[in-house]
């Protein structure tokens, strides 16, 4: 092999060519591009949007470039991050619905098809280095394990590095994060001021740092995808204490604030009307003082995690202020969706309880408010907040009335951009964002992207808006999601909410003339029935021409089914001493069945303590482990712990340390075993009944948030030679359970 082109077989030096790409030289004067996109955010929840949520930093991008009131998405994070990605529908590149589980079809892969290039390979070619921080979540689940397959991680489509995670959400204090290809320990925890909003600012200062560094004539694209603000709600307790007071007054008068302020601002039309509450949502003053206290404090939580966000992106501005960088970056902030109504009507402390069969009592959540965003709570706000977050629009994320799919989208370039805190308001969505950008940067998509040929980009640019005008788009866009379906045309929308299981001829459509009725409160669909039959008929054209049907409702079947194709009939499991961390949707799958655990080791005569294996974090899962001589078996679900401890210390020697767990109708036995050996029981109307825990598996330790009374990582002590898991074939999901729990993981 020649040093400088490679495998020379069959071929002598001088006929030799480079095996691989030849970089590009970067397009002179290319910007730089850093994208910024938050989680669960609502259109109003932007300080420069209405909101009282401190967001200095965001405001001042604002004010130095342009914000974007009719920035569309589509209603769920993976779909959207699909379709900015690629600059295409998110059906039409296999991101129908979620990366979470595969339907088959074409348009519901859980997975970027190869002809759908991202944003980073498109840019390659032209001398880019890019960067990814942050959530991913358009690789199915079931393929971010150990051996991948890793062609659908960042890596894979395009970013030269990434540090993230891959999951729809993770814990802030004990994430499960990702190095490139390989999964990693949080630097530090919760106890030592750790928290992965500020991780993953220092990382994208460390990637646009060393690039600087290395190359810096050669531009950068960083997309850095924070955590927030989906739950878990976690984040410095100094700062949801701040929020109580902003948000005492309730959800009725933060919402007329709110739309106050938008008319203030520019943001809404001066006429713009509040649609009446969402279904379900009663008036503040309906609630017990108990019951507003608790909601104020998840709401606080909130709040707390956008403004530490939001402190955070300070720095990486600040850093680019420093380095020389900022005026010739093009800087892009977004939300994905809607806020979520996961929380449901009366929020969360511990999600992970109630989605496990477990109740979470007003009394439990109102002992617990001083733990909300701290390291053992998945909290969520109730849909009032969600409601109010989305301010003046309809319903939430998931759903296709503008709560769901309306965004804010401010857009900073201060060497590209001569306007300063101007509005644009003409429809936009969230598939334009790809060919704005190549249109700004003079390139064309390419042909091909690692030989396979390209299918068209979908999206339209809104390049021209850069400028003093802002032409409208001029194409039709459709949505749907779950079932929910919409579709705008020439500052039209035709809409419907589709109740699960409902005969899709049965919804009813409603009709919205936008560019007059911001927040859709006037349904003309009786007044002009002709206009929403054609705009119906234009959502069937596209639908049917974006892989859109057949459409599919079901939340619990689609998400059983999936976990049933990818575990098949395997039922043992092998862990051997060495083996890394497991994310949690390729670990055993001990929901609702019964299973054996057993751990091989050798304790000394001075006794040996640790964790054996461990699945989960501080809000669910299980652990086997060692103390005071004693072997010891903890379920905890949703924070309450069924803990079974042997009757007699482990002796020295090589032993079999395990747990028998029997799942029977309305329990689960729980049998400690040494050496095939019942050593001691107990009983629990508890179990694993949706998911385990969104955390993953560790053997010898247990790495971040402890699952079980002890400090983590609390390694074994003694030798450990492998664990086994063995499970039988009694397994019983209710599909629709699993459904909902998935769907709040979302």
Partial sequence: ????????????????????????????????????????????????????????????????????????????????????????????????????????????????????????????????????????????????????????????????????????????????????????????????????????????????????????????????????????????????????????????????????????????????????????????????????????????????????????????????????????????????????????????????????????????????????????????????????????????????????????????????????????????????????????????PPATVNGVAQMPLEGVSFAASLGEADPPRGKAQYFEMFGHRGLWQDGWKAVAFHPPGQPFDADVWELYHLDQDFSETEDLAQAQPERLAALQAEWWRLAEASQVLPLDDRFGPRFAENATRFHGPRKAFTFHAGMGHLPTDVAPDVRSRSFVIEAYVKVSEAGEEGVLIAHGDATCGYCLYVRDGRLTYDMNVGGRHAVVTSDAPVPAGHHRLGVAVKSEPGKRSITLIVDGKAVGTGETDMGFHSFISWSGLDIGRDRGSPVGDYGAPFEFTGQLKKVTVTMDADQALDGDMVGEAEMARQ
């Fill in 1 to 444: 092999m020649d040093a400088q082109t490679g495998p020379t077989i069959g071929r002598t030096v001088a006929e030799s060519k480079p095996w691989w790409p030849t970089p590009a030289a970067p397009a002179k004067g290319s910007p730089n591009i850093l994208v910024v996109l938050f989680d669960d955010v609502g259109f109003s929840d932007f300080g420069c949007y209405g909101s009282p949520i401190a967001t200095p930093t965001i405001d001042a991008l604002a004010a130095q470039g342009l914000r974007y009131t009719g920035f569309h998405t589509t209603a769920m994070c993976s779909t959207t991050r699909a379709a900015l990605l690629t600059g295409r529908n998110h059906h039409s590149v296999g991101v129908g619905c979620l990366a979470n589980f595969d339907s088959g079809y074409p348009g519901y892969r859980g997975k970027i098809a190869p002809e759908a290039g991202t944003l980073a390979e498109m840019l390659r070619p032209a001398g880019y280095r890019n960067y990814m921080v942050g959530k991913w979540h358009v690789t199915p689940l079931t393929e971010t394990g150990p051996t991948g397959p890793f062609e659908g991680w960042p890596l894979g489509r395009g970013f030269d590095r990434y540090y993230g995670f891959m999951d729809a959400e993770t814990d802030q204090y004990a994430p499960e994060l990702v190095r490139d290809n390989t999964p990693i320990e949080a630097p530090g925890g919760y106890a030592d001021g750790y928290h992965l909003t500020e991780d993953l600012t220092d990382q994208a200062i460390r990637y646009i740092a060393d690039h600087t560094a290395d190359a810096p004539d050669r531009p950068w694209l960083c997309w850095l995808a924070y955590g927030a603000c989906h739950a878990p709600h976690q984040a410095p307790q100094e700062l949801i204490a701040h929020y109580d007071q902003v948000f005492a007054e309730g959800w009725d008068v933060e919402r007329e604030r709110r739309l106050a302020r938008q008319k203030q601002l520019g943001i809404v039309p001066a006429d713009t009307r509040m649609p009446p509450r969402n279904d379900m949502v009663r008036p503040w003053a309906e609630h017990s003082p108990d019951e507003q206290r608790l909601f104020t404090r998840l709401q606080a939580a909130f709040a707390a995690m956008l403004d530490h966000a939001d402190r955070n992106l300070a720095r990486l501005v600040a850093f680019l202020e420093t380095a020389g960088l900022k005026d010739d970056t093009l800087i892009l902030v977004m939300s994905d969706n809607g806020a979520s109504q996961e929380g449901g009507p009366f929020g969360m402390v511990n999600a992970m309880g109630p989605y496990n069969g477990k109740p979470e009592p007003l009394t439990e959540k109102i002992a617990r408010i001083g733990d909300i965003g701290g390291p053992d709570t998945h909290s969520n706000f109730p849909w009032g907040w969600a409601m109010a977050s989305n301010t003046p629009l309809k319903r939430y994320k998931q759903n296709t009335h503008g709560g769901g799919i309306r965004d804010p989208l401010v857009l900073s370039w201060p060497n590209g951009v001569e306007a300063r805190g101007e509005l644009r308001h003409q429809f936009r969505h969230c598939s334009d964002v790809t060919p704005t950008l190549l249109e700004v940067l003079g390139l064309q």
